[in-house]
């Protein structure tokens, strides 16, 4: 059996914790996190798309912007957007988009802001939870929520919701991390993004493993919306 330095199972995720309606002037917003790593998302819209030659007169448009804020990462983050930051946009979008459906909104476009408040790996998906938490909340039709985490591997071991420490871990044959993403309640998934070496037969395990782990991330971000919908109905 797999020793984990956090003593954690092979198949046991960091502890969670989600909320929702954080930022009161969005139209909708949540935070996630695993363990150490924190993520929030606010979003705003559909509202009318600038420039006007960007507008898609069939349907509305998902736009994600990711970022790690400055104090998130032991060494400072330099403010701005980055290669790294554009490509986790870009991912977080294609993960999302699947399962929104804003064809009714045409020439608009719904703004998802993903910041990373502290950074220990698995940021992209903490960042995708919270942000498809935050689209529920706002009220944008959705055929699912998502849930994400990441599958890492130490020798030949796979483990669930990797830690930095694990992220980084390189003996044998290298650091791997395989985000996942999943359409709750499906078959179907929406981000497979392997970094690093992993044997066929491990992928099948990894996406057996990801059934339960991505029921049990889907568990809270359910109970967070349910709150507040029992709550005060407060946006
Ligand atoms: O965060 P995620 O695992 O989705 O993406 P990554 O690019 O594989 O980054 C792994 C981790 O490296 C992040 O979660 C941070 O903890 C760390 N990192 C950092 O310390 N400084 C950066 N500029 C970027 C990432």
């Not at 969005?26 to 150490?36: L, P, Q, T």
């Not at 459906?101 to 998906?125: H, K, L, M």
């Not at 991390?177 to 491990?202: C, H, R, V, W």
């Amino acid at each position: 059996m797999v020793k984990r330095i956090s003593g954690r199972k092979a198949d046991e995720l960091r502890e969670m914790t989600a909320k929702v309606g954080v930022i009161p002037n969005a139209d909708g917003s949540a935070i996630f996190s695993f363990g150490e790593t924190i993520a929030i998302a606010a979003v705003y819209g559909p509202r009318q798309l600038h420039p006007q030659h960007m507008q898609d007169p069939s349907s509305g448009i998902l736009r994600v912007n990711y970022d790690l804020l400055s104090f998130s990462v032991s060494d400072r983050k330099r403010p701005g957007p980055s290669r790294r930051s554009r490509e986790i946009s870009k991912v977080t979008e294609m993960a999302l988009k699947p399962v929104v459906d804003i064809s009714e909104f045409p020439n608009t476009v719904v703004d998802v802001q993903i910041y990373i408040i502290q950074a220990d790996a698995g940021t992209r998906t903490a960042g995708i939870n919270a942000a498809s938490m935050a689209l529920a909340h706002a009220g944008i039709p959705m055929k699912g929520l998502i849930s994400s985490f990441a599958i890492g591997k130490i020798d030949k071991d796979l483990i669930v919701d990797v830690d930095k420490y694990e992220e980084d871990y390189k003996e044998g044959e290298g650091a791997t991390d395989f985000p996942i993403a999943k359409i709750s309640g499906t078959e179907n998934y929406t981000l497979l993004q392997l970094d690093g070496k992993m044997q066929p037969e491990l992928v099948k395990k990894s996406l057996d493993m990801a059934d339960k782990a991505c029921e049990e991330i889907y568990e809270i971000q359910k109970s967070a919306l349910k709150e507040i919908i029992n709550g005060d109905g407060e946006k």
